[in-house]
Nanobody, 130 residues
């Protein structure tokens, strides 16, 4: 069973930065496509950034130019560097993974669709004040 544990959330003022980490069990990061999602109160969960096991990335429009997704296969850890944070970024942030297969293949772009991910962490809270 894959285990994902997020950390690095906290409270920050607008314009500040945070780096989220997602520690994965086994060899998950090297063998999976992974992504960050977020969910604000009374809103639907949405994709923020995704990374293919090859290293190709994709971002939501709201994250482009401000957030950077990366991974360290040796440390089995996924990261999300968030800069120029805004109050609208306030949400619970979740790490997700899907192993090589239908939704994580050679010619498949990293996805921001919730239904394509199999494994989920418990989340880490990010609060941005104005």
């Amino acid at each position: 069973q894959v285990r994902l544990v997020e950390s690095g959330g906290g409270s920050v003022q607008a314009g500040g930065s945070l780096r989220l980490s997602c520690a994965a069990s086994d060899d998950t990061v090297r063998r999976s496509c992974m992504a960050w999602f977020r969910q604000a109160p009374e809103k639907e969960r949405e994709g923020v950034a995704a990374i293919h096991l090859s290293g190709t990335t994709s971002y939501a429009d709201s994250a482009k130019g401000r957030f950077t997704i990366s991974k360290d296969n040796a440390k089995n850890t996924l990261y999300l560097q968030m800069d120029s944070l805004k109050p609208d970024d306030t949400a619970m942030y979740y790490c997700a993974a899907v192993k090589w297969g239908r939704y994580c293949g050679t010619y498949v772009s990293p996805s921001l669709e919730i239904m394509k991910y199999t494994y989920w962490g418990q989340g880490t809270q990010v609060t941005v004040s104005s």
